[in-house]
C-alpha cells in the first residue's frame, strides 16, 4: 500500500495545568492530564496522535498511556501506517474499551496517511464540508465572578456560543447564572446547558423547566449515563433540545439511542467512540434517524483539537458547532508549534498534510509526568 513502515512508537504522559478549576456534575477538573502517541516510520516520518480520557467519564492517562505502550504496540511495528482500518480492527480485537487510547492511535495512523499522500485527515475521511465552525466556552467554574470576567473578554473577541456546566452547586446557582448571562448578553449570546449527569432522574424534568425560561438552545446529558430510558423520557416530554453525551459513545450505543428515541443530539468526541472515522459512524446513525450532532471534546490539547475539526468538517451537516476551547482558553500552555487556530469566536480547521499541526518538543519535555515510555 505504501512504501512505509511503523518503526516505532513513543508515548508521553503529560500533564498541563488549567487556568481555573472547572467543576461539573461529575466532578472537578483542575488541568489537561494527558497522553501524547508518536508514531515513527522507518523513513523518518512522524505520525502524531492524543489520548485524552477523563476519569469520571472514560478511563485513566494511565491506563490509555499502558494501552499504547504494552498492549498496541506489538501490533503496530513493521507495519503500514496507512492500512488504517485494518490496524484499528486489529487494535479493537486486541483491545477491549480503552476508546481514548485507540482514538490516539488512529489519530496519528491518519497524519502518517495525511503525510504520505499529501492530503489532510479531513480529506481522507471523505472531504470538507466547511473551513470553520463556532466555538462554544464551557462557563464552569465554581468562582462565577471569573467567569463573569472570561465571557466578557471572550465576547469581545468574537465567541457567542457558551456552555453553562450545571448540577455541581444546586438549581439556584444555575438559575442563577442562567438568568444573569441573558440579562447580559441578551439574544445574541448563544446559551447551553450541560449537567453532566448532575441531576437525579426523579426530579429532572423540574429542574429543566426552570430553566428552559432562558432558551437554551440545548440542554446536555441530565442523568447518569446508564439512565437511557429517563433520558428519553426528558427528551419526550421537555420542548427544548435534549443533547446524549456521555450516554452515546459508539455506533452500537448509537444505535440503541436511536431505537428508544434518548435524545434529539448527540455529543460526538473523538475520545468516546475512539477515532475519527468511528465517530464518523455514530454522526451516520444520527443522521439517517434525524438526531443532530456536536462537536464535543475532553480535556485535550490542540493536537486532539485538530483531529477533532478535521472530523466536524468532514460531517455533511453541523449546526451547533463545537467546544475546542481548551487549547486557546483553558490550557495554561499549548503543545502545538503555533496556536491552534481560533479566530473571531471560529475555530479554523488546520491546513496542510494530515493533522495539519505539529507538536513543540519542549512542551512534551516540559509537562511529561514520567520519561516517555518507548
Ligand atoms: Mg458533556
Known sequence: MSDHKIAGLRVHRLLIPGKAVH??????????????????????????????????FT?????????????LRPHLIGQDPVQVEP?????????????????????????????????????????RMREDMGLSFSVANPDFGKDLEDVA????????????????????FDVMRLEKLREIYGAEAD?????????????????????????????????????????AHIAHVIDTPIMADESVFDAKQALYGVQIRMADIFSLKVMKSGGIRRALEVGAIARAAGIEVYGGCMFET????????????????????????????????????????????????????????????????????EPALG
Open 87 to 127: 490496524l484499528m480492527k486489529t487494535a479493537e480485537a486486541a483491545l477491549v474499551g480503552h476508546p481514548e487510547a485507540k482514538a490516539a492511535l488512529e489519530m496519528a495512523l491518519l497524519d502518517l496517511a495525511g503525510k504520505i499522500s499529501g492530503l489532510s485527515v479531513s480529506a481522507l475521511v471523505g472531504g
Open 302 to 369: 490542540g493536537l486532539a483539537h485538530a483531529a477533532g475539526a478535521h472530523l466536524m468538517a468532514a460531517l455533511p451537516e453541523l449546526r451547533l458547532d463545537c467546544e475546542f476551547y481548551m487549547a486557546t482558553y483553558y490550557a495554561a500552555e499549548d503543545i502545538l508549534t503555533e496556536p491552534f487556530p481560533v479566530r473571531n469566536g471560529r475555530v479554523h480547521v488546520p491546513k496542510g498534510p494530515g493533522l495539519g499541526v505539529a507538536v513543540d518538543p519542549a512542551m512534551l519535555a516540559k509537562y511529561a509526568v
Open 59 to 71: 478511563g485513566t492517562a494511565e491506563a490509555t498511556a499502558a494501552a499504547l505502550h504494552v498492549y
Open 23 to 56: 467543576s461539573h456534575g461529575i466532578g472537578d477538573v483542575a488541568g489537561i492530564h494527558t497522553v501524547i502517541l508518536e508514531l515513527i516510520t522507518d523513513t523518518g516520518l512522524t505520525g502524531w496522535g492524543e489520548g485524552s480520557p477523563w476519569p469520571a
Open 153 to 172: 473578554a471572550m465576547w469581545a473577541e468574537g465567541v457567542r456560543i457558551f456552555k453553562i456546566k450545571t448540577g455541581f452547586a444546586g438549581h439556584g
Open 191 to 231: 446559551l447551553r446547558v450541560d449537567y453532566n449527569q448532575g441531576l437525579p432522574a426523579y426530579d429532572a424534568v423540574r429542574c429543566i423547566r426552570d430553566l428552559e425560561a432562558f432558551r437554551p438552545t440545548f440542554v446536555e446529558q441530565p442523568v447518569k449515563m446508564h439512565e437511557r430510558e429517563a433520558l
